[in-house]
Nanobody, 122 residues
Framework: QVQLVESGGGLVQPGGSLRLSCAAS????????MGWYRQAPGKQRELVAT????????NYAESVKGRFTITKDNAKNTVYLQMNSLKPEDTAVYFCTAACTSSWDGPLSTYWGQGTQVTVSS
């Protein structure tokens, strides 16, 4: 099993910044991708940003491009999401996700964290 531990959520004023962290641990042979999704009340879960752990390739939702930056620390199996210029519409529960294998010939599985609340409000 793989565990994802998120941290860094909270309450921030519009225009402020927050940094989320997510550390993966457990039965990890190869960590392919990590990233963040979010879900606002009454809405579907949506992609925020992902990063490929080997190539470093990144993908962002259009709504966060230029404001959010995803980075990684391969040695720690950790990803970070730096969120700047936050807007009220960024308010949501942010979920960390990871795609990895647990053995050299095992299937690629996706795991989710429990989520961390981000609230942008004055």
């Amino acid at each position: 099993q793989v565990q994802l531990v998120e941290s860094g959520g909270g309450l921030v004023q519009p225009g402020g910044s927050l940094r989320l962290s997510c550390a993966a641990s457990g039965s990890i042979f190869r960590l392919n991708l990590m990233g963040w999704y979010r879900q606002a009340p009454g809405k579907q879960r949506e992609l925020v940003a992902t990063t490929r752990m080997v190539s470093g390739g990144t993908n962002y939702a259009e709504s966060v491009k230029g404001r959010f930056t995803i980075t990684k620390d391969n040695a720690k199996n950790t990803v970070y999401l730096q969120m700047n210029s936050l807007k009220p519409e960024d308010t949501a529960v942010y979920f960390c996700t990871a795609a990895c294998t647990s053995s050299w010939d095992g299937p690629l599985s996706t795991y989710w964290g429990q989520g961390t609340q981000v609230t942008v409000s004055s």
